[in-house]
């Protein structure tokens, strides 16, 4: 299975409809792999905060429009990264779309981690309630998007859940690279799955990009790691090396599940 990143450059100085159009083009130039992947909120910016309100769309929106469009052209499985949703009840979310070849879409996920403590993101949107994976023909995606990467038992719900290969959508700053690389690798190791974790480029909201885009087979080794510019990542995967690692080193089947917490504070 071909999968390519496309770590698209997400700047001010580009509308937001121009970027629509060049994303689109830039899947429909991945013919030759199976599943494309781009970016959390590449239209707008992970941190252009200001902008989230104005650029919304609804579920169905533009983003939607040109994502099917540009996955039925290329005939790829496409994570189409995320866009700023505005739900019926007029709440935003960090919502991630995945098409089918055929321009269906198969799934949406709202980011479950909202990012910034007591700003942006985290008071502007609501939060993901649901795990989501995709069962594709070679493998079954995990959904993740940017800080939920810092979460493991996200990532082992989905595993539970039959993911093998885990896909994170982010907008990475360059000031955390190293843990941008450093939980990209645990997170496969961990759970012995492929990770396919894509950033943008650029600099948005007055924050760096990390870019480096990064994929990790299910034995923790680097298959490719993007540079700091827009560039298209493109690494063969292997599905079977997922039931390979996980019946040769059968560390997930060793979880001690239920323990109860240590009682504090009481005499032995
Ligand atoms: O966890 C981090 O360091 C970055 C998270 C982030 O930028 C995001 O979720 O948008």
């Given at each position: 299975?071909?999968?390519?990143?496309?770590?698209?450059?997400?700047?001010?100085?580009?509308?937001v409809e121009?970027?629509r159009?060049?994303a689109a083009?830039?899947v429909?130039?991945?013919?030759?792999?199976?599943?494309?992947?781009l970016?959390?909120l590449w239209p707008v910016?992970?941190?252009?905060?200001?902008?989230?309100?104005?650029e919304a769309e609804p579920l169905e929106g533009p983003t939607h429009e040109a994502m099917a469009k540009a996955a039925a052209?290329?005939?790829?499985?496409l994570h189409a990264g995320s866009f700023v949703e505005r739900a019926e009840?007029?709440?935003?979310y960090n919502t991630s779309l995945v098409f089918s070849?055929?321009g269906e879409r198969v799934a949406a996920y709202r980011?479950?981690?909202?990012?910034?403590?007591?700003?942006?993101?985290?008071?502007?949107?609501?939060?993901?309630?649901?795990?989501?994976?995709?069962?594709?023909?070679?493998?079954?995606?995990?959904?993740?998007?940017?800080?939920?990467?810092?979460?493991?038992?996200?990532?082992?719900?989905?595993?539970?859940?039959?993911?093998?290969?885990?896909?994170?959508?982010?907008?990475?700053?360059?000031?955390?690279?190293?843990?941008?690389?450093?939980?990209?690798?645990?997170?496969?190791?961990?759970?012995?799955?492929?990770?396919?974790?894509?950033?943008?480029?650029?600099?948005?909201?007055?924050?760096?990009?990390?870019?480096?885009?990064?994929?990790?087979?299910?034995?923790?080794?680097?298959?490719?790691?993007?540079?700091?510019?827009?560039?298209?990542?493109?690494?063969?995967?292997?599905?079977?090396?997922?039931?390979?690692?996980?019946?040769?080193?059968?560390?997930?089947?060793?979880?001690?599940?239920?323990?109860?917490?240590?009682?504090?504070?009481?005499?032995?």
């Amino acid at each position: 299975m071909r999968a390519s990143l496309i770590q698209i450059a997400v700047d001010p100085d580009e509308s937001v409809e121009a970027r629509r159009v060049r994303a689109a083009s830039l899947v429909v130039a991945q013919r030759v792999a199976d599943l494309v992947i781009l970016p959390e909120l590449w239209p707008v910016g992970a941190f252009a905060y200001t902008a989230f309100a104005a650029e919304a769309e609804p579920l169905e929106g533009p983003t939607h429009e040109a994502m099917a469009k540009a996955a039925a052209e290329a005939g790829v499985w496409l994570h189409a990264g995320s866009f700023v949703e505005r739900a019926e009840d007029g709440t935003l979310y960090n919502t991630s779309l995945v098409f089918s070849p055929e321009g269906e879409r198969v799934a949406a996920y709202r980011k479950i981690h909202r990012f910034g403590f007591d700003q942006g993101e985290a008071v502007m949107m609501g939060a993901g309630e649901e795990l989501v994976t995709v069962a594709l023909p070679d493998t079954t995606l995990g959904l993740a998007t940017c800080y939920d990467l810092r979460f493991p038992e996200q990532f082992r719900g989905l595993v539970d859940a039959g993911a093998e290969t885990l896909v994170v959508a982010a907008g990475w700053p360059e000031r955390r690279r190293s843990h941008w690389t450093l939980l990209a690798q645990a997170r496969a190791v961990e759970n012995q799955a492929y990770v396919l974790a894509v950033g943008t480029a650029g600099t948005h909201g007055d924050v760096q990009q990390a870019g480096h885009s990064i994929v990790v087979d299910p034995w923790g080794e680097v298959l490719g790691q993007a540079g700091a510019d827009e560039e298209v990542l493109t690494v063969e995967l292997d599905a079977d090396k997922v039931r390979a690692t996980r019946e040769q080193f059968p560390a997930l089947k060793d979880r001690r599940l239920g323990l109860t917490s240590p009682l504090r504070g009481r005499p032995h």
